[in-house]
């Protein structure tokens, strides 16, 4: 009978529910079955009922498998090692050509002379062939030795070629491999209870020390052992404990404030796995250090940028990122948890394939609730925002930002690294997909940096973001994904983006774009009183607006801790304006701060106008430098020219213009000579004429503006 069929003959062993049953009495007329347990239960049951219960199997302890498969699992071909594969598949050839007369086993495939005469199956009977096989290998038992020994056929009988081939037809071609070849691994008779006591003590203890070698441990145990259960117990060799140790605790390569970690971490581990199954359940947060310099929008020096980032653990869907000059801030995190929830804007210079992509609800119709052309981005409420411990997860605005979007802030657990383990890996594609390819990447060790980073800094803040928005669309969001695949189709290729469609054909897409007011309503507050003339003070400034008129000087009707207190919220990241709700009608009303001029006065200066001058001031800085170093070069020629100059003036000049630029650095880095030192050289009579010389300073016209110095000059 097949091992996969349930044997009910008497003394077989079965599985019922985790508990161990023997057969102890079988009526197949009757379907009647009687299981006897260890502890001398007796439990009666039909067959019908053991043949479909899913909890019934047949034990791997049973008597009726062969005695080197108890107690685990069945051996494979592929578990031996090569020169053993070929001593099995030279024994099938002989049990076949007994069976068959062909060594292929194949009639219609015969090799070179086959059928053998002794072999051959119509003129021979089963019998009369294994004889034959027994007297072959006899002989070459007996003419060639070691070959016979190296095929492991030295010792081949009738009874042998009778038991091999019951073993093939039930186990394959590994039934004919000799138990011997795959003993049974795991066990040392030499870890007795004693020693598997002092390495497990002496694992503990060594956790919380410094860092020590195997050969310490190996003393510890050996004292541990001597001084536990005296010196008559055997402690294995150092071989013997260091591959127990490897075998048990790893091989032990972390730091040992790792290793502590994952220690606690195996303590308290429950084995339990969430599945995460529809999109916006569980979305990640963090924030990192850009790996590429780039220009701020001001001066164009290289500055270092955070990268914050918002991922979808279903879908792997970059739904929102931000990049800031500075680490980022709970506002920060709040506006991003809005962007999350808001539809992006199609920009100008995107294509058709980069809008709205998903199936079930029309791009036009998207549109048409956004007010505005959407991309290929998904967006939803969150439910469950994963982040990492850090202080600006961590406070009262954070705690009013998640009651405001519904949202359940849930930082991971501790050293759980796999919480968060999806965001982590999307930094790296991030990295090794986009980053590794611009201009001015740092790598992310200094020991991998180039040479000069900062000078390779091509792109702006601005233009970098325009290019991380347009990768994640464009990219990312149809990019195949690696081992990330949903739990109805594990095998299956997928993207983000049809990922995020396939959920909407199974759960449908609610399409909720959040009011305006949720802007307002993720701001800090501040509880100030309204001045009667001032208007209200936030942070050392005054702002004041016309909807303050009503209120002024008043006392506000909130209670409790800020009792009497106005309520005004502020963009921590612009301080010109902050915003008030009118407690009639809730309609929200910004207040200026009285440093702006009123309106009307300047003309319109938009964000957009601005980065247009200052990428025309950028670029007019090295017109600028050129014609500096061009009115130097012509003011230095007129004193040249001028009457009393000698050339031993002129060849010192160039002797300076000639030096080295070390010597140029130590020049300029020397001190101001003394009064003394003045008057000692003509050098220094150039450089620091003295009041009643003949040589007076005068400046180039345009040199102040670009930063240069004006070279003396005679008038």
Request: proline share 8%; with cysteine.
């Amino acid at each position: 009978m097949s091992e996969v069929m349930l044997d009910l003959s008497p003394g077989a062993v079965l599985v019922v529910d985790a508990v161990e049953w023997t057969v102890d009495l079988f009526e197949p007329y009757r379907g009647r079955v009687l299981l006897a347990g260890a502890d001398g239960a007796r439990l009666a049951t039909t067959v019908r009922f053991l043949v479909n219960h899913p909890g019934c199997r047949p034990s791997s302890r049973s008597s009726r498998l062969p005695a080197a498969d108890r107690g685990r699992q069945p051996k494979l071909l592929a578990d031996l090692p090569p020169r053993r594969r070929e001593q099995v598949a030279l024994r099938v050839a002989h049990l076949l050509e007994v069976e068959t007369g062909y060594r292929g086993g194949d009639p219609l495939r015969p090799g070179p002379g086959e059928p053998r005469p002794e072999y051959d199956p119509a003129t021979t009977t089963v019998t009369q062939r294994r004889l034959a096989k027994v007297a072959e290998l006899s002989r070459l038992r007996d003419c060639e030795p070691e070959h016979a020994r190296m095929l492991a056929l030295e010792h081949v009988s009738l009874r042998t070629l009778i038991r091999m081939e019951g073993r093939r037809r039930r186990f394959g071609a590994v039934g004919c491999a000799d138990d011997r070849w795959l003993r049974q691994a795991g066990s040392r008779p030499s870890i007795t209870e004693p020693i598997r006591e002092a390495i497990v003590a002496v694992r503990a203890e060594t956790l919380h020390r410094s860092r020590v070698s195997m050969r310490a441990r190996e003393r510890l145990v050996h004292q541990y052992v001597r001084e536990r259960f005296g010196p008559d117990v055997v402690v294995p060799c150092y071989e013997t404990l260091r591959q127990v140790w490897i075998d048990w605790f790893g091989p032990g390569g972390a730091r040992q404030r790792y290793a502590r970690s994952a220690a606690a971490a195996a303590a308290v581990a429950t084995g339990t796995h969430v599945v995460v199954h529809r999109p916006g359940q569980v979305v990640a947060l963090d924030t990192t250090l850009l790996p590429v310099k780039v220009r701020e929008g001001v001066f164009g020096e290289p500055v270092s940028a955070y990268l914050s980032l918002a991922l979808d653990v279903y879908t792997h869907s970059l739904v929102a990122f931000r990049l800031t000059l500075v680490s980022d801030t709970s506002m920060d995190v709040a506006m991003l948890l809005r962007d999350v929830m808001m539809p992006l804007p199609l920009r100008p210079d995107w294509g058709e394939d980069m809008e709205w992509p998903y199936p079930g609800v029309p791009a036009a119709v998207v549109a048409e609730f956004a007010g505005h052309r959407v991309a290929g981005l998904p967006f939803f409420a969150p439910e469950t925002v994963t982040t990492d411990h850090g202080a600006v997860y961590k406070n009262h605005h954070l705690i009013d930002v998640q009651r405001v979007i519904g949202a359940n802030i849930l930082p991971s657990r501790v050293l759980r690294p796999t919480d968060k383990q999806a965001i982590e890996r999307a930094f790296g594609g991030i990295r090794s997909l986009l980053l590794e390819h611009l201009l001015g990447y740092q790598g992310v060790d200094v020991a991998d940096r180039g040479a000069d980073p900062e000078a390779d800094a091509a792109l702006t803040v601005d233009e970098m973001e325009h290019l991380i928005a347009t990768w994640s669309v464009q990219i990312w969001q149809n990019r195949v994904l690696g081992e990330h695949a949903p739990a109805w189709d594990p095998a299956g290729r997928h993207s983000p983006n049809t990922l995020f469609a396939a959920a909407m054909a199974q759960g449908g897409f609610a399409l909720q774009i959040p009011t305006p007011e949720l802007y307002y309503q993720l701001l800090p507050a501040h509880h100030v009183a309204i001045h009667a003339r001032r208007g209200v003070k936030i942070r050392g400034l005054w702002y004041d607006g016309p909807a303050l008129k009503p209120y002024r000087d008043a006392p506000s009707t909130r209670g409790g801790q800020h009792k009497g207190k106005w309520v005004v919220r502020r963009d921590p990241r612009d301080a010109r304006f902050v915003f008030f709700q009118d407690p009639d009608n809730h309609q929200w009303h910004t207040l200026r701060w009285t440093g702006l001029p009123a309106d009307g006065e300047v003309p319109s200066f938009n964000d957009a106008r601005v980065r247009e001058l200052l990428a025309e001031a950028r670029q007019a800085r090295p017109v600028a430098t050129l014609r500096c170093r061009a009115a130097a070069g012509a003011t230095g020629l007129a004193r040249q020219a001028q009457p009393g100059r000698t050339v031993a003036h002129t060849g010192e000049q160039a002797a300076a213009g000639r030096a080295r630029p070390r010597d140029r650095a130590s020049n300029r880095r020397q001190r101001r000579p003394s009064k003394q030192d003045r008057g000692h050289s003509g050098a220094g009579r150039d450089k620091w004429p003295r009041a009643g010389g003949a040589v007076a300073v005068r400046a180039a016209p345009g040199l102040h503006r670009c930063g240069g110095h004006a070279p003396a000059s005679s008038p």
